[in-house]
C-alpha cells in the first residue's frame, strides 16, 4: 500500500502525540494513585516481574491500562 504522507502531516501528528503524552504525564505524576513504574530492564530480561508474578498484579497492571486507554479526554 502507497501512502501519501508529507511531512507536515507527519509533524503534526508528533506534536499531538506529544501533547497527549505530556497530559497523560502530567495527570499520572499529579495523582496520588499507583501508576505502573516504567522498567529499566526489557520484558525479556525479567522487566514487570514484580508485578506481572502473581494474578492480582496482572489484574491491576490490565485493568490500570484498560482504563488508561480508553480515555477521550487526551484526544487532540
Known amino acids: 500500500m502507497f501512502w501519501n504522507v508529507t ?5 503534526d501528528l508528533g506534536a499531538a502525540m506529544r501533547r497527549a503524552h505530556a497530559r497523560w ?4 505524576v499529579a495523582s496520588p494513585a499507583r501508576v505502573p513504574r516504567i522498567p529499566t530492564i ?4 525479567g522487566g514487570f516481574d514484580p508485578i506481572v508474578s502473581t494474578p492480582a498484579g496482572r ?3 490490565e485493568a490500570w491500562w484498560q ?3 480508553v480515555r477521550d479526554d487526551l484526544a487532540d
Open 67 to 69: 482504563q488508561t486507554l
Open 59 to 61: 489484574a491491576w497492571a
Open 25 to 28: 504525564l502530567s495527570r499520572a
Open 42 to 45: 526489557a520484558v525479556r530480561d
Open 7 to 11: 511531512k507536515r502531516d507527519l509533524s
